[in-house]
């Protein structure tokens, strides 16, 4: 199975953090599944890091990319087709971010690991 993590779920992941689910870990766990994080989520971590609103286990040069990849999540780039898929969304949820994972969930494929539960008004597979 193809996950995109939401930007809370990977830094539940990285920090052991028991507010990700149970289901969420194993399923990021399951070497039979391929994890991904979206260019969406570093850039959230970087904006909300610089603002002081979000407390990163690494410094956000060493995290992004490099401590993401080295755990073997692929990053996933923003693509043209998001973006159509982006503009093409009604709005049943507001956060940028998340519409844009949304968004690229539908583009491509993936079931998305988060707790948001905004995400189901769209028909995005998801765990957590």
Not at 40 to 57: N, T, V
Not at 64 to 72: H, I, Q, W
Not at 83 to 90: G, I, T, V, W
Request: glycine share 8%; hydrophobic share 45%.
């Amino acid at each position: 199975m193809k996950l995109l993590l939401d930007t809370h779920a990977v830094l539940w992941f990285l920090e052991d953090d028991p507010k990700l689910s149970d289901a969420a870990r194993r399923a990021v766990e399951d070497e039979g599944n391929e994890c991904w994080v979206s260019t969406a989520s570093g850039w959230e971590m970087a904006i909300k890091s610089q603002l002081g609103k979000l407390r990163l286990p690494l410094a956000f040069e060493g995290l992004f990319p490099d401590a993401l990849e080295s755990l073997g999540f692929s990053i996933l780039p923003i693509q043209p087709r998001h973006l159509h898929r982006y503009h093409a969304l009604p709005l049943h949820h507001r956060d940028p971010f998340d519409r844009l994972l949304v968004a690229q969930a539908l583009a491509d494929g993936f079931t998305v690991v988060g707790c948001d539960a905004a995400f189901d008004a769209y028909g995005v597979g998801r765990i957590w």
